[in-house]
C-alpha cells in the first residue's frame, strides 16, 4: 500500500484548502486512514482520521467544525480544510493504519508531507 499526498499551499487566515490523499494497494474494511500535521518545533498530531470501511471519523478539538475527512470508494481520503487560522500552519502528512488511534506511532504508511501555510 501506497499513499500519495497532493493539495497544500499559501492561504490567506479565512481561507479554505484542500488536501487529497490517493491510497494505492490492498487495504482493508476497517483501516484507518488520518491525516497529522506537524509545525515547526512541535510534535506530529493527530488532525482528523476516519474508517474506510464505516465511515467513521474522528477530529482533533482544534478543527472542529473547520475541517472534513472524507474517503471515496476508490479508498482515496480528502480533508477539506475551512477558515483556515494562522496556527494551521504545518506540514501535513496522510498516514495509514490497521491499528487507528491517535498517535503517530500506530501508523505505519506514511505519505510524503505537504506544505499548509496561512498567513495573517
Known amino acids: ?23 494505492s494497494g490492498r487495504t482493508f474494511s476497517n483501516y484507518a486512514l488520518a491525516w497529522f500535521r506537524q509545525a515547526p518545533g512541535k510534535e506530529r498530531e493527530l488532525v482528523a482520521r476516519i474508517i474506510r470501511g464505516t465511515g467513521v471519523t474522528y477530529y482533533a478539538d482544534s478543527v472542529k467544525g ?46 510524503q508531507g505537504t506544505l499548509v501555510t496561512v498567513s495573517s
Do not use: H
Open 1 to 23: 500500500v501506497q499513499l500519495q499526498a497532493s493539495g497544500g499551499g499559501l492561504v490567506q487566515a479565512g481561507g479554505s484548502l484542500r488536501l487529497s490523499c490517493a491510497v
Open 66 to 111: 473547520r475541517f472534513t475527512i472524507s474517503r471515496d470508494n476508490d479508498k482515496n481520503t480528502d480533508l477539506q480544510m475551512n477558515s483556515l487560522k494562522p496556527e494551521d500552519t504545518a506540514v501535513y502528512y496522510c498516514a495509514g493504519s490497521r491499528v487507528g488511534g491517535s498517535s503517530a506511532a500506530s501508523y505505519d504508511l506514511w505519505g
